[in-house]
């Protein structure tokens, strides 16, 4: 099980690039890194997935090393409206469900 | 197309009463969940299933019954309802392992 561990919060000011990075340690090679938002009082929403590299898409990118015991969100110019909780997740392919774990996430606040 | 629809959105309930929730989705998705969420917490999950007629431990699924009846719908039941499963409990569905979920609304349950 490849536990993760994020920052509890973070803050920025609008216009800011934001990095959450998030560590998993035992990951193993078949898993892969998802990040998902969310909004006080909704469901959870995807944002990006990766599994080694680099992934960009249209509101985020994902840098992942080469050992990939780390992931680092990236999201760039920040506004108010990003303030959300993001949460870090590790997807095992091999008996996927089995061990799918939200962590407690990373509260982002953007400030004026 | 409304994605992932929950039902009902509030309830409450007395310590030893049932209920069932009904998620539904129309993306003709393989894989669905149901999770829970405590006050500040990341999401646990309950039960999930790969597929009509399936379903699946989570992380935390005493107290919890599932059935995939049909393809389209994942329904939880709380067979005696105690104070613990007082919650937010969301469903999700993805078109296969380890892809994008696809929330719903939720439906906040207070058991007294």
């Known amino acids: 099980l490849a536990k993760t561990t994020q920052p509890i919060s973070m803050d920025s000011y609008e216009g800011q690039e934001v990095n959450i990075t998030c560590s998993h340690n035992?990951?193993?090679?078949?898993?892969?890194i998802t990040w998902y938002q969310q909004f006080p009082s909704q469901g959870p929403r995807f944002i990006i997935q990766?599994?080694?590299t680099k992934v960009t898409n249209e509101v985020a990118s994902l840098f992942i090393p080469a050992d990939r015991k780390s992931s680092t969100l990236s999201l760039p110019r920040v506004s108010l409206s990003d303030t959300a909780v993001y949460y870090c997740?590790?997807?095992?392919?091999?008996?996927?469900?089995?061990?799918?774990?939200f962590g407690p996430g990373t509260r982002l606040s953007v400030l004026p | 197309n409304a994605g992932v629809t929950q039902t009902p959105k509030f309830r409450v309930l007395k310590t030893g009463q049932s209920m069932t929730l009904l998620c539904a989705q129309d993306m003709n998705h393989e894989y669905m969940y149901w999770y829970r969420q405590d006050p500040g917490m990341g999401l646990r999950l309950i039960h999930y299933?790969?597929?009509?007629?399936?379903?699946a431990k989570g992380e935390v699924p005493d107290g919890y019954n599932v059935s995939r009846l049909k393809k389209q719908n994942f329904l939880l039941g709380l067979e005696s309802a105690a104070p613990s499963q007082t919650s937010v409990y969301f469903c999700?569905?993805?078109?296969?392992?380890?892809?994008?979920?696809?929330f719903g609304p939720g439906t906040r349950l207070t058991v007294t």
């Open positions: 990766g599994y080694k």
């Open positions: 997740l590790v997807e095992e392919a091999e008996n996927y469900g089995q061990n799918f774990v």
């Open positions: 035992n990951i193993a090679t078949n898993d892969y």
């Open positions: 299933s790969v597929g009509e007629g399936t379903t």
């Open positions: 999700a569905s993805s078109y296969q392992a380890v892809y994008e979920q696809y």
